[in-house]
């Protein structure tokens, strides 16, 4: 019943935040402008979440548990639960592996009571998602999904990592039962004293079992509302997750080759490691490529483990690209347009992003983003672009050290673009 002496809402209502009240209609009747900004307020909720100057897991050995059950056949996800379930771990491989090029990821599908590897621990994105791509057609939806057969599979693997790498297991399923063996709590039992982290997505209702799997080995639990729901759920496994208290820590031994072209009148062509075996992708001499430094084994493609030696091969950006996890850019100050432009003395008043140099209008930025370092003031989405994509404040990188301290006082010239970074 609603409050007698407030009768504006029902006492169950002020529990939930009322997205609807700010979706209105713009000049032509559309509604799109309100959705995005809906949207960009969650991105930077989640970019204000992150701490810098924790302990992560960056090596990733990650194992994506699929259901291919009868249960993803309901289209409440269009078209089918598992076509949209396909399609958004295409878009999950190729992102992890940018954000973490120097991990790890497997997929094993889990239909009629079993469980199969659809691709083993690899750190390239093109293998997985061919395998993910070949799912489409090749493998009928029957049966029940074993929770049990697929833990174990993937903790068989992840039993053999080394202590210093981060092991996790990613459940995305679509059945509300699973026709286990024997009983699961002892398979849970194992994954947490092993240190694997079990992360479930569940796309029909929350499930207890696999909200218990989460809270014993410290993983994220989440229901799936929708499509838009399910992409943000699923990209938030992205980020390496803090390292657990069953994580070592100690010197790993990487090379970093370079990549070599012979020259010659005739240069010889040779072979790489990484197709010799392959059966997808027959091996071709070619003569360039990348040679271990340790036993100088040639690859066509970097991160990669050598076959040979087992040194992990990389290169300078693939570890600048998993540091900026550990220092993230710091959240910034959002503010009132109007009280930035009058309020504070800037000379000259702000009126353009300093990113992008769109014109900031009270109209349509009404609310801008200031960074507490160099004291530039940014549109939203230049924020968002910041913390997600480039991860370091434009103002910072192009305004010497010793003038931030002045900035507010004598403002520098902001760059022309972006793309100077």
């Known amino acids: 019943m609603a409050d007698e002496e407030d009768p504006k809402e029902y006492r169950w209502e002020t529990g939930y935040e009322k997205t609807w009240e700010a979706i209105k209609e713009d000049d032509d009747g559309l509604i799109e402008g309100s959705v995005s900004d809906i949207i960009q307020k969650a991105k930077r909720k989640r970019q204000a979440m992150k701490r810098g100057f924790s302990k992560l897991g960056m090596m990733r050995h990650l194992y994506v548990l699929l259901d291919c059950s009868e249960a993803m056949t309901v289209p409440d996800l269009k078209p089918t639960r598992f076509i949209c379930s396909l399609k958004l771990l295409e878009l999950f491989i190729e992102e992890?592996?940018?954000q973490n090029p120097i991990s790890q990821l497997g997929v094993i599908a889990m239909k009629a009571k079993r469980a199969e590897k659809i691709s083993e621990l690899g750190g390239t994105s093109r293998k997985h998602i061919k395998a993910v791509h070949a799912l489409t057609n090749g493998v009928p939806l029957v049966g029940e999904p074993s929770?049990?057969?697929?833990?174990?599979?993937?903790?068989?693997?992840?039993?053999?990592?080394?202590?210093?790498?981060?092991?996790e297991i990613l459940v995305i399923m679509g059945s509300l039962t699973s026709c286990d063996p024997n009983d699961v709590h002892l398979t849970i039992e194992n994954l947490k004293t092993e240190g694997v982290r079990c992360s479930v997505l569940s796309l029909s209702a929350e499930i207890r079992i696999c909200k218990f799997l989460c809270t014993e080995t410290g993983g994220l639990f989440g229901a799936v509302l929708d499509d838009a729901h399910y992409k943000d759920q699923l990209l938030q496994h992205i980020d390496p997750p803090q390292a657990g208290n069953q994580q070592e820590f100690s010197l790993i031994k990487m090379?970093?080759?370079?990549?070599?072209?012979?020259?010659?009148?005739?240069?010889p062509l040779t072979m790489c490691m990484c197709h010799i075996d392959s059966v997808d992708e027959p091996a071709k001499?070619?003569?360039?490529?990348y040679h271990c430094p340790?036993?100088?084994s040639k690859y066509c493609e970097l991160p990669v483990e050598c076959s040979a030696c087992g040194l992990t091969l990389?290169?300078?950006?693939?570890?600048?690209?998993?540091?900026?996890?550990?220092?993230?850019?710091p959240h910034f100050n959002e503010l009132p347009l109007e009280q930035v432009q009058v309020q504070e003395p800037r000379d000259p008043p702000v009126t353009n992003c300093y990113a992008c140099q769109k014109t900031l209008a009270s109209g349509t930025d009404k609310m801008v983003y200031e960074c507490d370092a160099c004291k530039q003031v940014f549109c939203i989405d230049c924020d968002i672009f910041i913390h997600e994509t480039l991860h370091s404040c434009v103002g910072c990188t192009t305004i010497p050290a010793s003038a931030q301290t002045l900035q507010a006082r004598k403002p520098v010239p902001p760059p022309h673009s972006m793309s100077i970074i």
Do not use: W
């Open 314 to 329: 990389a290169s300078a950006p693939h570890l600048a690209r998993s540091y900026h996890h550990l220092f993230p850019v």
């Open 285 to 289: 001499l070619t003569s360039g490529g």
């Open 96 to 98: 992890f592996f940018d």
């Open 255 to 267: 090379g970093f080759p370079h990549g070599k072209t012979e020259s010659g009148k005739e240069p």
């Open 147 to 167: 929770l049990q057969n697929g833990l174990e599979l993937a903790l068989k693997t992840l039993r053999m990592i080394p202590q210093h790498a981060s092991r």
């Open 294 to 296: 340790q036993c100088y």
